[in-house]
């Protein structure tokens, strides 16, 4: 995957993170899904968690409006996140505790 990332042009500002869009690209790679699938991902559902996964924090601006960052991750912090997210792993209590994190965070 992360060859592809590479030679596939889908990391062109080389700056070695992995932004929303970049991923959106890679995911457009048939070789990226087949080895992703290869794996246990669920691919269609990975899409789905885009907004999620690359969400960032949300900020109050001058204008009085709220925005919501996005971030972008290493290989290893990317790799990492999508393996966790195959569908044949269980919940475990540290999940459940990043989700109230994550919750809490938002509101």
Not at 4 to 30: C, E, P, T, W, Y
């Amino acid at each position: 995957i992360n060859e592809l990332m590479h030679d596939g042009d889908a990391d062109r500002d080389m700056d070695g993170l992995i932004s929303k869009a970049q991923f959106v690209k890679l995911l457009g790679n048939k070789h990226a899904m087949t080895i992703l699938q290869d794996v246990g991902v669920d691919v269609v559902g990975l899409v789905d968690f885009a907004d999620t996964i690359f969400s960032g924090d949300v900020r109050h601006n001058d204008d009085n409006s709220w925005e919501v960052g996005e971030k972008k991750l290493t290989f290893a912090d990317f790799m990492g996140l999508v393996l966790d997210l195959r569908g044949g792993n269980t919940a475990t209590v540290r999940d459940v505790v990043n989700l109230r994190k994550h919750i809490d965070g938002r509101f």
